[in-house]
């Protein structure tokens, strides 16, 4: 069976991501800080670690047949390339900002300005969509002190917490584009990347999930299906003892947090909430 080249960026913000969310989808493979290639020992995927600027080039020009890369850089490569999953981690946003002393006080202000960004191409594309006319300034690098040189009276960049924006003097305007690492592919695909996409989507749906084991009285189950409806519904059994029963189910992680107090209140105990580490829905 030939072998699928999948590119993994090897160094920055998704690397360890990357090589995380690949362990816990199953692939059995070791790196180190000087890895090239990493080839899965039970299956049939070797990893390419190669800088994250190149990986689109490379899946589109076939040497990698799929590739971990930040939605971004897919969109400012405009290549013709599918997004197969969603990886969920990386997430940022790439966003138009001004010095804090800027009248601008909407994206529309910018309209007949200097825009710095490191995405020249998705930057100019995505404001015409918005009907601006800007001048893109390309910068590599320390795009937010381009107000402060003269060089442009705004800024399009990406912004993960805000906190270099407002180091820097500035505030954001508008978010134009939601960014996240993706796995992508040529279009149409192929079994290989399909299979690696199923795993990987299956871990990240495990990963906002929580599965929750508890005993309860008979006649709080009709509110505590109300707290945690699951998937299609609860797994209901009966208990030795025939006025409890044992309820299990899947929820959000993020809903835990208010859950857990409702189902006590409800007459719930023994709660048991464990990892999910793959679902697939």
Partial sequence: MRRLQLAVPNKGR???????????????FEITERTLTAPALNVPVDLLLVRT???????????????????????????????????????CRLAAAV????EAEKLEDL????????????????????????????????????????????VVDLVSSGSTLLVNGLRPLATL?????????????NGAVGQVATMLRAVVAGRAKRYLLMNAPAEAVPTI????????????????????????????????WHVLPE?????????????????IV
């Fill in 99 to 102: 010095p804090k002393d800027s």
């Fill in 53 to 91: 600027e190149d990986i689109v080039e490379m899946v589109a020009d076939g040497v990698a047949g799929a590739g971990i890369v930040g939605l971004d850089l897919l969109k400012e490569a405009g290549a013709d390339l599918e997004i197969v999953a969603e990886l969920g981690f990386g997430r």
């Fill in 14 to 28: 998704l690397m360890q991501p990357s090589v995380d969310l690949l362990h816990d989808a199953g692939l059995i």
């Fill in 225 to 256: 299906k109300t707290l945690i409806p699951g998937l299609a519904s609860p797994s209901i059994m009966p208990l030795a003892d025939d006025t409890r029963v044992a309820i299990h189910s899947v929820i959000n992680a993020d809903e835990l």
């Fill in 111 to 154: 309209d007949g300005s200097r825009v710095a960004t490191a995405h020249p191409l998705l930057t100019s594309r995505l404001l015409e969509e918005r009907g601006l006319s800007v001048t893109i300034v390309p910068l590599r690098g320390s795009v937010e002190v381009a107000p402060k040189l003269g060089l442009a009276e705004a």
């Fill in 263 to 279: 189902l006590e209140d409800a007459g719930a105990t023994g709660i048991l909430v464990l990892p999910i580490e793959q679902l």
């Fill in 177 to 189: 584009l939601e960014s996240q690492a993706v796995l992508i592919g040529p279009p149409g695909g």
